[in-house]
């Protein structure tokens, strides 16, 4: 089998990557970096080249495609937003067409974002038919990219599925997010580099988190025993405090660390709320459930950062 991942070199690509070839894939993709150690096939192209797309998807002949390319960063969304939405709307509308002209065969998983939902009605969980009201840019090109591929598999009768996927952390992943930021911060103070005060934002958060590893785990199962243009909420069901996060990462360092809120940490505008989703539909149609305890990411993520200070 062989599969194909838009923004390999990111995050989530190296596990997506990884776990692919667990299943015995060849897996290729593209990025913006010059090279991508992890790809056996690697190309840096701008996403909004249709043209070129279509012929590296011509010579790859994928069975599956996964889409993670885009500003996977808030806040770059918010500073950014024509950028933002040319990535996120056009690159979408260029791969699809690719899709449509090399390899209408394939199956194309568009990864989107519980920030589809944005201002929901005060349901106590988020299922795949609550409205969706964005209210930043990021869940706006989102969700408009999201629009874009089920046109397109109305139209053209190409195989597109989707995901909208909660928050997900662990090893590898940039410090520019909380869990991240915060583990690594742990780690710097583990190390003598920082004394032992974790600068933080809102710790007043209720998150619905899952580990990367359970993540990638779910875009396969989407693929393979999902259903052709259904969209899906990658989440846990369960919500779980900033403070147990920050609490737990603490737990791995040797010092005794405080808390120090800092106002440049918190963001302007944003709303505070409970983001509990519900698994429901994934659950049922592919079978997949999440496997690994927050606790065990949060040791992983914390030594990810001990090794690289």
């Not at 770059?76 to 899709?99: C, E, Q, R, W």
């Not at 709303?271 to 659950?283: E, M, Q």
Request: hydrophobic share 35%.
């Amino acid at each position: 089998m062989k599969s194909f991942i838009t923004g390999i070199h990111g995050f989530v690509g190296n596990h997506l990557t990884q776990y692919l070839k667990t299943k015995g894939h060849e897996v290729s993709g593209i990025d913006q970096a010059e090279t991508c150690a992890h790809a056996d096939k690697y190309y840096k192209v701008d996403m909004r080249d249709s043209e070129q797309l279509c012929a590296i998807l011509s010579d790859i002949q994928p069975d599956y495609i996964f889409h993670l390319a885009g500003l996977s960063f808030v806040p770059d969304n918010a500073s950014t937003p024509k950028f933002s939405i040319d990535i996120t709307v056009m690159g979408a509308a260029s791969l699809l067409d690719a899709v449509k002209k090399a390899v209408p065969g394939a199956i194309t998983l568009m990864i989107g974002s519980l920030k589809e939902y944005g201002l929901t009605g005060g349901e106590s969980s988020i299922d795949e038919s609550t409205v969706c009201r964005p209210i930043d840019f990021y869940g706006i090109s989102k969700y408009a990219a999201e629009l874009i591929g089920q046109q397109y598999s109305r139209q053209f009768d190409i195989d597109i599925r989707h995901s909208r996927s909660f928050n997900h952390t662990g090893p590898g992943q940039s410090n520019r997010f909380v869990c991240s930021d915060w583990a690594y911060q742990c780690a710097l103070v583990a190390k003598g580099l920082q004394k032992p005060e974790i600068q933080v934002g809102d710790l007043d958060q209720e998150i619905d988190f899952l580990d990367v590893r359970d993540v990638v785990e779910a875009y396969y199962t989407i693929v393979t025993n999902g259903t052709k243009n259904q969209i899906y909420n990658v989440c846990s069901g369960t919500t779980t405090s900033l403070r147990w996060i920050l609490s737990t990462l603490s737990e791995n360092c040797p010092l005794t660390i405080t808390h120090a809120v800092k106002p440049e940490r918190l963001r302007a505008g944003e709303i505070r709320r409970i983001s509990r989703g519900n698994p429901a539909k994934l659950f049922a149609d592919t079978g997949w459930k999440p496997a690994i305890p927050l606790s065990q990411t949060m040791a992983d993520l914390f030594a990810y950062w001990y090794e690289r200070v």
